[in-house]
C-alpha cells in the first residue's frame, strides 16, 4: 500500500494569514487529487494535479505537484473562516480502481 | 441530482449485533467504496467493487462484508459488531476511468457501537 503522509495533522490560524499544507509519500504517483471535507459532509474534489512541477490555482488556493511526483503541497492566501475543514489528498492506481487517502489535515480558520 | 446516497445518517449498536448500512448512486458509475473514517486516521478502505459482479478487499476488511446489489448499490454488512467498529462510515462511487478520475462521497453513517 503506497502511504500519503499529511503533515501537519491540525492547524488553527486567524483569518487573512497565509499557510501550507503538505502531502508527502516515498513513491512515485501519476497524479494526486486533493479533497476538502466539511463538518458532517463527504469529501468533495478540489483539484487533480498530474504533472511533476504542476501548479494548479482555485480562487485563493494553489496547488503543486513536486517534480519528483512524491509529494504535492496546498497553499491558502488570506484564509477565511469558510476554509475551515478536513483536506485530503488521494491517489487512485490507474490498474486497481482504489483510492487511497492520506492521513488528513485539519484545518481552522478563527474570525 | 441526489448523487451517493447512505443510510441510515446514524446507528447505535449493542456489540455482537449485526447491521447492514446501505449505499446508493444514479451517476451510472462502475465503481463503488466503502471508506471509515477515524479520528487522525484519514479514509481507509474495507471493501471496494470495481465494477457490478466484482467486490475485492481494501486495507481494513476484516469484521464487514459487502454485496453488489446491482449497478446502484453497494451494502456494507456488519455481522457481529465490535466497539472497534465505531466510525464514521463513507460509501463513494467513481466511474471507471483512469487516475485522474473523481470519486463522490454520500454523507456518512455515524456508527457506536456499545
Known amino acids: 500500500t503506497q502511504l500519503l503522509e499529511q503533515s501537519p495533522q491540525f492547524l488553527s490560524i486567524q483569518e487573512g494569514e497565509n499557510l501550507t499544507v503538505y502531502c508527502n509519500s516515498s513513491?512515485?504517483?501519476?497524479?494526486l487529487q486533493w479533497y476538502r471535507q466539511e463538518p458532517g459532509e463527504g469529501p468533495v474534489l478540489l483539484v487533480t494535479?498530474?504533472?511533476?512541477?504542476e501548479v494548479k490555482k482555485l480562487k485563493r488556493l494553489t496547488f503543486q505537484f513536486g517534480d519528483a511526483r512524491k509529494d504535492s503541497s496546498l497553499h491558502i492566501t488570506a484564509a477565511q473562516t469558510g476554509d475551515t475543514g478536513l483536506y485530503l489528498c488521494?491517489?487512485?492506481?490507474?490498474?486497481?480502481?482504489?483510492?487511497?487517502f492520506g492521513t488528513g489535515t485539519r484545518l481552522k480558520v478563527l474570525a | 441530482n441526489a448523487g451517493v446516497t447512505q443510510t441510515p445518517k446514524f446507528q447505535v449498536l449493542k456489540t455482537g449485533q449485526s447491521m447492514t448500512l446501505q449505499c446508493a448512486q444514479d451517476?451510472?458509475?462502475?465503481?463503488m467504496y466503502w471508506y471509515r473514517q477515524d479520528p487522525g486516521m484519514g479514509l481507509r478502505l474495507i471493501y471496494y467493487?470495481?465494477?457490478?459482479?466484482?467486490?475485492d478487499k481494501g486495507e481494513v476488511p476484516n469484521g464487514y462484508n459487502v454485496s453488489r446489489l446491482n449497478k446502484r448499490e453497494f451494502s456494507l454488512r456488519l455481522e457481529s459488531a465490535a466497539p472497534s467498529q465505531t466510525s464514521v462510515y463513507f460509501c463513494?462511487?467513481?466511474?471507471?476511468?483512469?487516475?485522474?478520475?473523481?470519486?463522490?462521497f454520500g454523507q456518512g453513517t455515524r456508527l457506536t457501537v456499545v
Open positions: 463513494a462511487s467513481s466511474e471507471a476511468g483512469g487516475a485522474n478520475t473523481e470519486a463522490f
Open positions: 513513491s512515485v504517483f501519476s497524479s
Open positions: 494535479v498530474v504533472t511533476g512541477g
Open positions: 488521494a491517489h487512485r492506481g490507474s490498474g486497481t480502481y482504489k483510492y487511497i
Open positions: 451517476m451510472n458509475h462502475n465503481s
Open positions: 467493487s470495481a465494477s457490478e459482479g466484482t467486490t
